[in-house]
C-alpha cells in the first residue's frame, strides 16, 4: 500500500511488512526497537518486517507512506528476517532514491501503473540500501510476551473472535497479565489497541481502492 501521512500517531506495533516513511514537511518522531528517532524531511525511515515501532507523538509532519510484502521485490538479495538497519533512519538520500520518492509522490492517488511503480519502488529500496548499515537482528521474539502478542495480533486483528482471551492463550500467558502489559507498556487497553489496527487498516482501503464502505467494514 502507498498514501500520504499527515500528524502521525500510532502506537507501537509490528507485521510481516516493510514500511518506508517519506516526509516532505516537518519533523516527525518515531520510536524503533525501543529507541527514540527523529525524522526529518529528506531522510527516510525504513522499517524491517518484524521489528517493533509506533508513532507517539502526532508532529506536525506530512509525507508519503509504503507498507509492501519483501515477496514484492524477491530479487533484492536481503534476508528480511535475519537483518536490520543499524540506524533505520536512512539520510542523506542518493540520488536514487531521492529520484524515486519525488517520482512516486508525483503517482495520482498515491498508485500508478504497477509496473511504473514496482520499479520505483524497487529503485528507492535499492538506494535506502546503499545508505543503510545492515547487522544480524537481535529481537526478543520468543522471550518478550507483548512482542508476540502484537505479532499474533498483527494478522488476527481482523477477525471477528479475537480476543484478549485467545490473545493470551496463543502466547502461552493469562489474560489479566496481558491486559496489564498492554496498560503498562502502550498505555491503552487491548480492544483500543485492536480497533486502532482495524481503523488504520479502513483508512488505508478508503483511500486506496473505490470499495464500499460495507465491503471495507468486513475486511477489517
Not at 99 to 110: K, N, V
Not at 125 to 131: A, D, F, K, P
Not at 149 to 177: C, F, P
Request: aromatic share 8%.
Amino acid at each position: 500500500s502507498m498514501h500520504p501521512f499527515r500528524r502521525l500517531q500510532f502506537p507501537d506495533h509490528l507485521h510481516a511488512q516493510i514500511e518506508i516513511l517519506l516526509p516532505r514537511h516537518g519533523d516527525f518522531h518515531a520510536r524503533v526497537d525501543g529507541a527514540n528517532q527523529l525524522v526529518h524531511p529528506g531522510d527516510a525511515l525504513l522499517i524491517f518486517p518484524h521489528l517493533l515501532h509506533g508513532y507517539p507523538v502526532a508532529d506536525e509532519s506530512e509525507g508519503l507512506m509504503l507498507i509492501f510484502s519483501p515477496a514484492l521485490l524477491p530479487d533484492m538479495g536481503v534476508d528480511w528476517e535475519a537483518m536490520h538497519p543499524r540506524s533505520p533512519v536512512v539520510t542523506p538520500l542518493n540520488e536514487d532514491a531521492r529520484y524515486a520518492a519525488h517520482r512516486l509522490a508525483q503517482l495520482p492517488g498515491g498508485a500508478g501503473p504497477e509496473r511504473e511503480t514496482l520499479a520505483l519502488l524497487h529503485l528507492l529500496l535499492s538506494g535506502l540500501l546503499q545508505g543503510a548499515v545492515l547487522e544480524s537482528a537481535e529481537r526478543p521474539i520468543v522471550g518478550d510476551i507483548l512482542y508476540n502478542a502484537l505479532g499474533y495480533l498483527s494478522g488476527h486483528y481482523a477477525q471477528s473472535d479475537v480476543s484478549l482471551k485467545r490473545t493470551a492463550h496463543a502466547v502461552g500467558v493469562n489474560e489479566y497479565h496481558l491486559s496489564h502489559l498492554f496498560n503498562a507498556r502502550l498505555h491503552m487497553d487491548f480492544r483500543r489497541y485492536v480497533n486502532l489496527l482495524r481503523t488504520d487498516k479502513a483508512r488505508q482501503l478508503l483511500t486506496q481502492k473505490a470499495l464500499p464502505i460495507e465491503e471495507v467494514a468486513f475486511r477489517c
